[in-house]
């Protein structure tokens, strides 16, 4: 692909200007949102929104979601519902994606040919202020390489997108830290494809009972269907291989002491992502701060930068904790879960394992038993 000398500009009136006419003329430009840094391109043209697609290295059968400032710019987009009406009086503007019956207008290329279509509401002013500025349905994924964790800073973004795009607007880290939740209303029932900020028990206050895809706390089956076409990838990854750790508090924090010390011993780049609680039990383990166990929306802050952090250091073996699959913390799980390939260790049987001799700390593999 061709060079871009990339502008990484802090937001000001001057640099949305400048944004806003790169938009219109076709041009990609990263923003920040209060969920990740978004990259957006002109939803209604074709070839700008290819862009994405390649700067990102994005596969084309994964549709983007399609960022608005007025409800009125729906009217070429979606057939808007009553029920997608209640939500957005509910939740707009801000971390939730509603899929809805899409019209002709939208190209192909943004919904990957689906009869449906994406659309948000971001409320990060500066997202808004862009919005406005440019007065244009924007076309905007995490401006992530594909396969790499969201990026929750603008720092984040060049990173990953130095001499891909012309323009990156800094608007400081991201609030949530994960991307919105991500909510069908195309079929017989709300399923929620992605969880996020917004939580199931939020919208079903809204809308009564709300389905959960399968696939978000699993890899897909084999021949299953992505009701969300992100979900068939391998997302939000680090370069090193991460393991979770389940189990009762203190048998975690003593497997995260043992498997730690194995790894090291092993010569592998070895850390351990923990609560603050046990930070300073595993001072010895190279330990990552992800928040406190009593605050998943900390530790949705948090993670991203941690798994990007996690490259920084050239780090190659990763233990971590993780938080119930509930509220938030079921997004935090969705992300995290991915991370890993959904590797996941349960503390108790590490242990029995190790006391019983079935496995010592130097048996090769020693994973191997608990990963189907
Ligand atoms: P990203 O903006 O990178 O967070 O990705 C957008 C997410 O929304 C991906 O997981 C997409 O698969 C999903 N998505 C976008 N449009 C649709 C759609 N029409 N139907 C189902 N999922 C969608
Ligand atoms: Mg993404």
């Not at 992505?226 to 680090?238: F, N, Q, R």
């Not at 991460?242 to 194995?262: K, M, N, P, Q």
């Not at 990763?318 to 699959?325: G, K, L, R, T």
Request: charged content about 20%; aromatic content about 4%; hydrophobic content about 45%.
């Amino acid at each position: 692909m061709i060079l871009t000398k990339t502008q990484l500009l802090p937001a000001t009136d001057d640099s949305l200007a400048l944004a806003a006419r790169l938009l219109a003329e076709g041009e990609l430009v990263a923003f920040p949102t209060e969920t990740v840094y978004g990259l957006g391109a002109h939803a209604m043209d074709a070839q700008a929104v290819l862009g994405i697609f390649s700067a990102k290295g994005r596969p084309a059968d994964n549709p983007l979601i399609v960022h608005i400032h007025d409800r009125s710019q729906l009217d070429g987009i979606c057939e808007v519902n009553d029920a997608a009406i209640r939500l957005m009086d509910a939740f707009w503007p801000g971390p939730l994606t509603i899929i809805l019956p899409r019209k002709d207008a939208v190209p192909d290329e943004v919904t990957a040919k689906l009869d449906t279509v994406a659309v948000r509401m971001p409320s990060h002013p500066v997202a808004m202020a862009l919005l406005k500025a440019c007065n244009l349905p924007i076309a905007a994924p995490s401006a992530n390489r594909s396969g790499k964790p969201s990026p929750t800073s603008a720092r984040h973004v060049f990173d990953d997108m130095d001499g891909r795009i012309p323009l990156i607007i800094d608007g400081g880290e991201s609030d949530v830290g994960l991307e919105s939740t991500v909510i069908s209303l195309a079929g017989e029932k709300p399923c929620i494809l992605r969880p996020g900020g917004v939580t199931k028990a939020m919208l079903e206050e809204v809308l009564g009972p709300v389905d959960l895809a399968g696939s978000i706390l699993r890899p897909l089956e084999k021949g299953e269907k992505a009701l969300s076409p992100g979900m068939m990838y391998k997302h939000y990854s680090p370069d090193g291989q991460v393991t979770l750790i389940e189990g009762e508090e203190s048998a975690v924090v003593e497997a995260l002491r043992r498997l730690y010390a194995h790894a090291a011993s092993e010569g592998h780049r070895a850390c351990v992502m923990c609560f603050t609680e046990h930070v300073a039990a595993l001072a010895d383990c190279h330990p990552h701060d992800i928040g406190s166990k009593d605050d998943p929306t900390e530790v949705a802050h948090r993670l991203f930068a941690t798994l990007r952090g996690l490259d920084d250091e050239k780090m190659d073996v990763i233990f971590s904790e993780v938080v119930p699959p509930e509220g938030v913390g079921l997004a935090v799980m969705n992300r995290l879960g991915r991370a890993a390939a959904f590797r996941t260790v349960w503390s108790m049987v590490l242990y029995i394992a190790l006391e019983s001799g079935f496995m010592s700390s130097d048996t090769p593999g020693m994973f191997a038993p608990f990963n189907q």
